[in-house]
């Protein structure tokens, strides 16, 4: 029995070891899963890989990229833009224009004498109608403002007010742009001796007929001074108009001049004479244009900051849905300020 006995215990014996050995095999691969685990977690992270900065060729690169497009819209501006302005300044001034005309508010004003006499003239407000110019021969019909600044010649041909008004005794100068805000007088250079160039005003239509063409040097100021014939006791005095515009055209370091002689007698004496400043003689702009110009440099710095702080941190779409308006009205803002600066027969 002792024989048998054995046998079976040996087996029994045999197989519980193996268990025993199973399961250290399995506690072990448990342990080491765990430190393959815990290592993994405690296992410091990488720190993050810093972006390389930008080369310099990169920055030159961008930099003139964008130069260049500032450049292309300003350009846009000046050639198209402006001309969308004066368009549109036109059509407010024609309407004003055949209102006053209607209404025989067209200045001149006089002053009224205790008599019942006219007497002297009244102040005229820059930027108000005076005239109606028309030039069939290149396609000219302009209303034209009082003053001559860079602001003004972009609204229409602008009245030096030193001078009398068209119609009235004397030598009567219009400043008239050749490039940009329209382009009114781009054709001025075509127009030859005997052509005609007609005004509406108060006095009723007038006409004066052209006697002389070309160009005149920036410091040549015999053209705004009234002209004369004859010499002694018999001369006197020419009533004239004188059409000034810039040359070469997209310079203006000189002035092209027409200069035409009026048809029949003046109607009105001249009113009293301004003295006027240099960026009223069309070839300098504005001097007190650089204070909005920064203002409005400043507002667009301000909104391309904006633009790009957002742009990081939202969506980019919808920020090229907000901030491209804004944008777009803060250039436009700049470029019209920077246009003041350029020459009023530009």
Not at 90 to 118: C, I, K, M, T, Y
Not at 229 to 241: F, Q
Not at 290 to 305: C, G, K, N, R
Request: charged share 15%; glycine share 6%; aromatic share 8%.
């Amino acid at each position: 029995m002792a024989s048998p006995t054995t046998q079976e215990s040996g087996p029994r014996v045999t197989t519980v070891a193996t268990d025993t050995q199973v399961r250290e095999s399995n506690t072990v691969v448990v342990a080491d899963r765990e430190t393959v685990r815990t290592s993994r977690q405690t296992q410091p992270k990488a720190p993050p890989r810093e972006s390389q900065p930008h080369s310099i060729f990169a920055i030159v690169r961008h930099s003139l990229a964008g130069f260049a497009v500032l450049c292309l819209c300003l350009a846009l501006f000046l050639f198209a833009g402006t001309a969308l302005s004066h368009n549109r300044s036109q059509a407010d001034l024609q309407r004003a224009f055949r209102n006053e005309a209607a209404a025989f508010q067209l200045p001149p004003q006089f002053v009224h004498n205790p008599d019942g006499s006219l007497g002297t003239a009244k102040p005229i407000a820059v930027g108000s109608p005076v005239a109606w110019m028309r030039i069939a021969n290149i396609g000219v019909s302009e209303v034209v403002v009082e003053g001559s600044t860079s602001s003004q010649t972009m609204r229409g041909p602008g009245h030096v007010r030193s001078t009398p008004l068209p119609g009235q005794y004397g030598n009567s100068v219009v400043i008239c742009r050749r490039a940009t805000g329209g382009a009114p007088c781009a054709d001025i250079n075509t127009l030859r001796k005997g052509q005609e160039i007609h005004f509406s005003t108060a006095f009723g239509d007038v006409a004066y007929r052209v006697f002389a063409t070309g160009a005149a040097k920036a410091n040549d100021a015999r053209i705004f001074n009234t002209l004369t014939t004859g010499t002694g006791p018999a001369s006197y005095n020419i009533n004239t108009l004188t059409l000034v515009t810039s040359d070469p055209a997209i310079v203006a370091s000189d002035r092209y001049v027409v200069q035409a002689e009026l048809i029949g007698s003046a109607k009105n004496f001249t009113p009293s004479k301004f003295q006027v400043r240099a960026d009223e003689l069309g070839l300098s702009g504005e001097s007190n244009a650089w204070f909005p110009l920064l203002l409005s440099l400043q507002l667009l710095l301000a909104i391309t900051v904006g633009a790009v702080i957002l742009y990081k941190r939202w969506k980019p779409h919808a920020t090229w849905l907000i901030a491209t308006p804004l944008l777009v009205v803060a250039m436009w803002l700049v470029f019209e300020q920077f246009a003041r600066l350029l020459p009023g027969a530009l």
